[in-house]
C-alpha cells in the first residue's frame, strides 16, 4: 500500500505519511515486517524529506521484529501493521488476534532469553498496548533523531 502523501494534486498533503499492510503470519512475515519498515523509511527520507537516523532505522527494525515475532508466536491467525511517520517520530503499530495483554517481564539478568519487550521497551519513546474486541493493537514510537527523551505519552496522543 502507498504512503498517504499527496493531496492526488501532486502537492503534499499535510496528513501524516502512513503505510499499512496485512502480514501473513507465517514463517517469512518478519523479515518481511523489517523489509517494509526500512524501505517505509528509506521513502520517507528520500521522497518526503523526513531525516531518519542511522539510529532510528537499526531501532525502528528491532521493534518491528520484535513486535511482529511476539505477535506471530503467540496469535493465531493474520497480523496487521502499520508504520506511520508523526513529528519527529515513527509509530509502529502491530494488530495481532490474541486478545491478551502484552507484559514486560521482570527484570532478571540471569533469564535466558525472553528479553524481547524489555528491550522495546528500553528503545521507545512511547509504548502502549489496547485489547479490542477481536486482539490487541501494540503501539511503539521511536525517535527519528538521536538523542531524543521518553515521554510518558501514548502513541497517537496530541
Known amino acids: 500500500m502507498e504512503p498517504a502523501d ?3 494534486e501532486g502537492e503534499p498533503s499535510t ?3 502512513t503505510t499499512a499492510v496485512p502480514l501473513s503470519g507465517d514463517d517469512t512475515c518478519i523479515a518481511e515486517a523489517r523489509h517494509l519498515a526500512v524501505d517505509f523509511l528509506g521513502r520517507a527520507g528520500t521522497e518526503h524529506g523526513v531525516v531518519v537516523s542511522a539510529r532510528a ?4 527494525r528491532l521493534v518491528v521484529s520484535e513486535l511482529v515475532t511476539n505477535a506471530r508466536k503467540h496469535a493465531p491467525g493474520p497480523l496487521w501493521m ?3 511517520i508523526l513529528d519527529d517520530a515513527v509509530e509502529v503499530t502491530v494488530r495481532d488476534t490474541a486478545r491478551v495483554p502484552l507484559l514486560a517481564r521482570r527484570l532478571d539478568p540471569r533469564r535466558v532469553g525472553q528479553h524481547g519487550l524489555e528491550i522495546v521497551m528500553a528503545v521507545v519513546q512511547a509504548f502502549q498496548v489496547r485489547l479490542e474486541p477481536t486482539g490487541k493493537t501494540v503501539t511503539a514510537r521511536i525517535a527519528l533523531a538521536d538523542g531524543t527523551r521518553r515521554t510518558d505519552t501514548p502513541p497517537g496522543a496530541p
Open 6 to 8: 499527496s493531496d492526488g
Open 15 to 17: 496528513r501524516p505519511m
Open 57 to 60: 532505522m537499526d531501532l525502528t
Open 82 to 84: 502499520e508504520l506511520r
